[in-house]
């Protein structure tokens, strides 16, 4: 296995070369791979329609399955989404940055290759640095995407992701393990009462006030 896609962040300076390293790559058209919350995550600039065919490609992910997106904060959001329901706001502000995705009504902007075909798009401020310092660094949203060929369990370290992907990621961000055990809670606000999709994180207890109201 080749080892010099992985990237080692053990110090303050070595993260910061690293984290640089990662936004000229994902520039590039380049895919990432990072640590989050939950799993290992790849990450390519989610403007860039030959990046984003080349992740679906590598985790052999089918084209009808939509793939989310993560934001530098919660200001970008705007710019992706068609509108914002006033459920949004209470979910935001109790639960971002963290490990909640919500579905929106993708804006214009938005690839329709990430929301294959449903108008929706499945968007996400994490808490975890290094994925913070990639949206910011690169000035758009990343794809939030867990490690893994599809299908597959997901990537807990980055020993793990180069073993799954091999050459087809270009770099590897290794954070050490990830700390999650279960992915990110999925909630779609397109509909009243909002649905969870995915139960993960954030379990469906913390959010009955919110799918209730």
Known sequence: MRQ????????????????????????????????????????VDSTNEKAIKRLFSVKKRQPGSPVL??????????????????????????FWP???????????DVSPLLTAGTGKIGIRLS?????????????????????NISGRPACRNAEEVLSCFGQGVD?????????????????????HPPQILREGMIQRSHLETFISA
């Open 98 to 108: 963290g490990p909640l995705t919500l579905i929106f009504e993708a804006g214009p």
């Open 4 to 43: 010099d896609c992985l990237v080692r962040l053990d110090t303050g300076e070595s993260s910061e070369k690293g984290r640089k390293r990662a936004v000229e790559c994902l520039l590039s058209g380049g895919l990432v791979s990072f640590p989050t919350e939950s799993f290992y995550g790849l990450a």
């Open 171 to 191: 770099l590897i961000l290794d954070g050490g393990e990830s700390k999650g055990k279960i992915a990110s809670t999925v909630l779609d606000i397109t509909v």
């Open 69 to 94: 997106i993560l934001i530098p904060s919660s200001d970008a959001l705007s710019r992706y989404v068609k509108r914002i329901p006033p459920v949004a706001h209470r979910l935001i502000e109790e």
């Open 127 to 147: 808490s975890h640095p290094i994925a913070i310092a990639l949206t910011k660094g690169l000035g758009v949203p990343i794809t939030g995407t867990s490690a």
